[in-house]
């Protein structure tokens, strides 16, 4: 019995892996942004309750696409964030694992946006008239909390770049720099700790998710990671990882 040491182009290759890995990011960044940002950002008119109320319920269909996309996003991050710790546990289990369950709670989170993305329809369709305004200010505090648990989610995103910017640091399978800009990006996201700083850098902060996110993806699919240089790394960690046995 042997372990075999070439590229196995199966989906059971780290080579693969992080290529669906890289995938599934790019994917579930695209299903998100489309949602709550094309759609919903589209449809709400801040500080305007009776008018978001009558965009809403004027175009149905494309908030339920809306909604759809979010939640979509959310099953593309459990995918990618499940692929991460089968990728980066042999740098450090320990990191891998502590970073797989803070970006899970942010999948939590994130499927808490898909909740209060769709409660506003319902609210305004179970509603009699929109000449009062308690049913559509009730929908767009719905949408705010839509806001609020995004903000969360991406307070949890940014502590998981900065674990798993350490974690490519320290491996010996990918670029050191990805590692370095996805950390720098990690402490941007951090900041909606504090909203109204965050609010005031966002520009820094979207300038620093495009220089570390779009390279990280891209990487990812276009290259994956050395395969060998991973199993050397998951041996000498003791965790054979993907290792396959040979007559």
């Known amino acids: 019995m042997k372990a075999?040491?070439?590229?196995d182009p199966t989906v059971g290759s780290p080579r693969a892996m992080a290529r669906i890995m890289g995938v599934f990011e790019a994917l579930e960044g695209t299903a998100s942004a489309f949602g709550q940002v094309g759609i919903l950002g589209r449809l709400t008119v801040h500080g305007d309750a009776a008018a978001t109320a009558r965009n809403i319920l004027a175009n149905e269909g494309l908030f339920r696409v809306g909604f759809?996309?979010?939640v979509l996003g959310v099953a593309f991050h459990i995918a990618w964030a499940l692929l991460f710790?089968?990728?980066?546990?042999?740098?450090?289990?320990?990191l891998a694992s502590l970073a797989t369950f803070i970006i899970l709670v942010g999948c939590a989170m994130q499927a808490l946006t898909a909740f209060f993305y769709l409660t506003p329809l319902l609210v305004l369709q179970a509603g009699h008239s929109l000449s009062g305004l308690n049913t559509p200010?009730?929908?767009?505090?719905?949408?705010n909390l839509n806001g609020l648990a995004f903000e969360i989610d991406l307070i949890f995103f940014g502590f998981w770049c900065v674990l798993a910017g350490y974690l490519i640091l320290r491996s010996t399978f990918m670029p050191r720099i990805l590692g370095v800009l996805l950390m720098?990006?990690?402490i941007g996201w951090a900041l909606y700790l504090w909203p109204p700083?965050?609010?005031f850098l966002f520009p820094a902060i979207a300038v620093a998710s495009g220089l570390a996110?779009?390279?990280l993806q891209l990487w990812l699919i276009v290259f994956g990671v050395n395969p060998q240089r991973w199993r050397e790394q998951a041996r000498a960690a003791g965790k054979p990882g993907d290792l396959r046995l040979a007559g």
């Open 197 to 199: 700083l965050a609010t």
């Open 85 to 94: 710790y089968y990728l980066f546990r042999p740098v450090n289990r320990t």
């Open 4 to 7: 075999t040491q070439t590229e």
């Open 137 to 143: 200010q009730l929908a767009l505090a719905l949408i």
């Open 68 to 70: 759809a996309a979010s």
């Open 184 to 186: 720098l990006d990690g």
């Open 213 to 215: 996110e779009a390279p």
